[in-house]
């Protein structure tokens, strides 16, 4: 008794079987996407807080002038 399907050709895959496969596919890249948007975010609030250390070590002038020994 042979498989109804050839050596070539994939076994069918079962419907349940496949729209979980396409459910977890759209799951990864759902969360791909995600993820670079928040490491895009995470480098514009890194370089917010850059900008704001360095707007207030300008007002402490004791950062650029330390008090002489």
């Given at each position: 008794m042979s498989e109804p399907w050839?050596?070539?050709?994939?076994?069918?895959?079962?419907?349940r079987e496949r729209l979980l496969i396409e459910a977890v596919v759209t799951l990864a890249r759902t969360l791909r996407d995600e993820r670079d948007r928040l490491a895009e975010r995470l480098r514009q609030v890194e370089d917010e807080l850059q900008t704001l250390t360095l707007r207030l070590d300008l007002r402490r002038p004791e950062v650029w002038n330390p008090p002489a020994d």
């Open positions: 050839s050596d070539t050709e994939p076994a069918p895959v079962d419907e």
